[in-house]
């Protein structure tokens, strides 16, 4: 839950056998300055601990050079410790593990529980937190299993450092979990955070308000979403220091969520200035006659006099999954690109197939950037396309559903380029399958009406009315649930709501990162169900919501009796309905489901060239 800082602080470890070793090196690991007090000093320590001394890593004390006379050697010890905390001074210690509490092949070498009780009131007397080893009672925190990432080309250490905990249940188990977690991070996932972090002090560097800034970058103090909706921005709008400096900051939660980790530590100076640039790099129009003559770059792409003739493919690349790839999806990916320009929705599972000598290029669509990023990919095919090259242009889903490819589709043909659109299977259908919700369903459902929740520009838009035996998804319109729910429920007739309200009782779901591995389901009666997308934390988009009784249809033993009721009288098909979402909830206000089917696994493999 927590991540302390540990530079330039000191931590003490009572003890030096192989386990005081273990908390060195982690205290090490993390920046901290350590010191061992134990029996013996030097020579008592084990191997590791003594090597770390000579080598000035550590220093290692024995109690003898500390302790006054006393009773008995445990009470020597309290005061051996008393003294170094009160001679070293308020706050000079930060964290106090006692390791010597294990049991021992030699009994008398194990510290008793009363002589660590002491140790223990002695730190807390002084507001210093303490561990020991085996004693749940005298813990006020328990210690992970870490791992810190290094740079795989230069071996050296990153910010990125993997916690494991198991809260005291099973330690060694949490040093198995953290390995397999480790043996499946990207090899870059530290350098990707050293270039975020660089990407955050850029976005500062734009205003005088550090403050702001920071409390902007603050993922605690930031909403859940990282779509919040803006208002677009227009082409050569002007930006005062805080506006450039507030836009920066939200690129860069976007950037965060979205790029792969590949694409981030791949990131140089010059390409993080050009990302974050307020500049929208190509006017915000279509061509209404077929230009002539060479097309200039504006994108810095090596073109050369073309040797074939270049072509654009539209292609979707379903819910993300890389196995629900298409063939034809499959093949313009990895045999058919010069150039792959991405959505920033594709994920990287998908983009991991692409082979490394294929440039890839992210669309920069960042809130209140959409439109001008929209016409900076088109220009850029267009230029490549040109130049002989075949273009990859890589959408989330289906492209024709809200991929916004018939702009591309028009602008291209105007300068007489060739372009194939290639399906996808769309986020609409798959996603509410993978939650295990048929958007029809005999019985359930026996209509399906799909729309967005983000208009042009931005702007709302009018959802459809309720109609029992209809299911809605709305797509692109998680960061503006509350504000559908309201529009949805509402009794009266608005610019936001065609026909009925929707009960308040009506299933709904919200699907986060449809088919991937952190893919997560939101149920709940529709009036809860901002509520309950909201009690689960920080957002994982993309997400959908769907609406309607095909929701419940297919959970547990199923229900294909809805539509049954016919037009009977409402107060008793209202008193059925409650009863059905009771049951489908078990009495609970709302349902959570986290990761995939595990049968999905037989899937894993990746997918062979083409």
Known sequence: MLAFRMD????????????????????????????????????SACDELTWRAENKQLEII????????????????????????????????????????????EI????????ATQIYLACRKRNIPVNVTDMPSLCDFTVCATHRCLDPQTGRATPLQVAITTNGHGCRLAGRIKREVVAKLDSDAGVAVEKVSQLRTLAKNASDDYEEAESELNEE???????????????????????????????????????????????????????????LLSPNCVPTQTPSGPAPSQHDLAISPPKKKGRVLLVGSGPGHPSLLTLAAHAALTREADLVLTDKLVPAGVLALIPPHIEVRVARKFPGNADGAQQEMMDMALAAARAGRTVVRLKQGDP?????VGEELLFLRAYGVDVLIIPGISSALAAPLFAHIPVTQRGAAEA???????????????????????????????ARLQSMVDALLSNELSE??????????????????????DQRVVVAPLRDI????????????????VVGWAVLSLWGLGDMTVLNEGDGNAREIETKDKERIERWLEGRRWRVTEGLDPLWAMFDAPIPPA
């Not at 950037?255 to 050009?274: G, H, P, V």
């Open 530 to 545: 901002a509520a309950a997308l909201e009690s689960v934390g920080e957002q994982r988009p993309p997400g959908l919501l």
């Open 221 to 279: 103090t930031t909403v859940a979403s990282p779509n919040r909706p803006v208002a677009q921005r227009l082409s050569k709008m002007e930006e005062s220091a805080k506006e450039r400096a507030r836009r920066r900051m939200k690129w860069v939660a976007q950037i965060s969520e979205y790029w792969s980790l590949r694409q981030l530590a791949s990131l140089d100076e010059k390409e993080m200035t050009n990302t974050l640039s307020g500049e």
């Open 8 to 43: 330039a602080k000191l931590t003490l470890i009572v003890g030096s056998n192989r386990l005081a070793a273990t908390r060195a090196f982690s205290a090490l690991e993390a920046g901290s300055a350590v010191v061992i007090l134990a029996n013996g000093g030097m020579k």
């Open 400 to 404: 024709a559903l809200y991929g916004r």
């Open 108 to 115: 008398s070498l194990s510290r008793s529980q009363a002589s």
């Open 448 to 478: 399906l009406a799909v729309c967005t929740g983000v208009g042009r520009g931005g702007k709302g838009v009018r959802l459809p009315g309720y109609e029992r035996a209809r299911t809605l998804v709305v797509l692109m319109g998680v």
């Open 496 to 517: 936001r709501r065609t026909d009925a309200a929707y009960p308040p009782y009506v299933p709904a779901a919200v699907i986060e990162r449809a088919s991937m591995p």
């Open 62 to 105: 024995d109690f003898d050079d500390l302790a006054g006379p006393s009773e008995s050697s445990r009470d020597r010890e309290v005061s051996a410790v008393e003294s170094f905390l009160d001679e070293r001074g308020s706050g000079s210690v930060s964290l106090v593990f006692i390791t010597d509490t294990l049991v021992s092949s």
